[in-house]
């Protein structure tokens, strides 16, 4: 038989897991003292250094989301911790998720120069011709819309409120519509061209 009170039970322990996970923690006194060995051994103080410290330390770098410090230090890792199966996953999962920031990170600024292009063109002050990143300030936003599948309307719409909200000028429609139709077939050629 089912206790009257068991789901109020399972809800009361997904609360606490929940905040369980939110608390942060604190490491014990074996966990500190090899995440000083490990310290010590990435900054070179050190010749050696255990698995278990290694093991804390990627952990540790982990945890904080420093993929690049694993990558920087697992080129020193003695060959036996290196081929360790533990620390070649953590390794390999950073090396992949570096490379797929640095990837798209590629990806965002070629397109952050093209839409650059794109917005001296439309260059509603008439500045572009002396200033070349007057309106770069807008190229997040409006890559952000473009790779979320933004059309037309939606381009000239977010020009419009640049126009009207962050420049304080009079809106020129037609302009706002072709330079909104030209950043997105622009966009899509783009997407084309990679994919």
Aim: some cysteine; hydrophobic content about 45%; charged content about 30%.
């Amino acid at each position: 038989m089912i206790p009257p009170d068991a789901d109020r039970k399972l809800r009361e322990a997904a609360q606490l897991w929940a905040l369980a996970r939110k608390l942060p923690h604190v490491p014990t006194a074996r966990e500190q003292r090899l995440l000083q060995e490990f310290t010590a051994f990435a900054a070179g103080q050190k010749v050696s250094c255990e698995y278990d410290a290694v093991l804390a330390g990627i952990r540790s770098l982990w945890t904080r989301h420093d993929l690049l410090e694993i990558l920087r230090f697992s080129r020193k890792l003695p060959a036996g911790i290196g081929l360790d199966r533990e620390v070649r996953t953590y390794v390999a999962h950073a090396r992949r998720l570096v490379g797929a920031v640095r990837r798209r990170h590629r990806s965002h600024r070629h397109a952050a120069t093209g839409l650059n292009d794109l917005l001296n063109a439309w260059d509603p002050i008439g500045v572009a011709e002396s200033v070349s990143d007057e309106y770069s300030m807008y190229l997040g936003g409006l890559v952000a819309l473009l790779a979320d599948g933004a059309d037309e309307a939606g381009i000239a719409e977010e020009l419009t409120r640049i126009v009207t909200d962050r420049m304080g000028l009079r809106v020129d429609s037609k302009r706002e519509r072709e330079h909104a139709a030209a950043m997105v077939s622009w966009y899509r050629r783009v997407g084309q061209a990679r994919g």
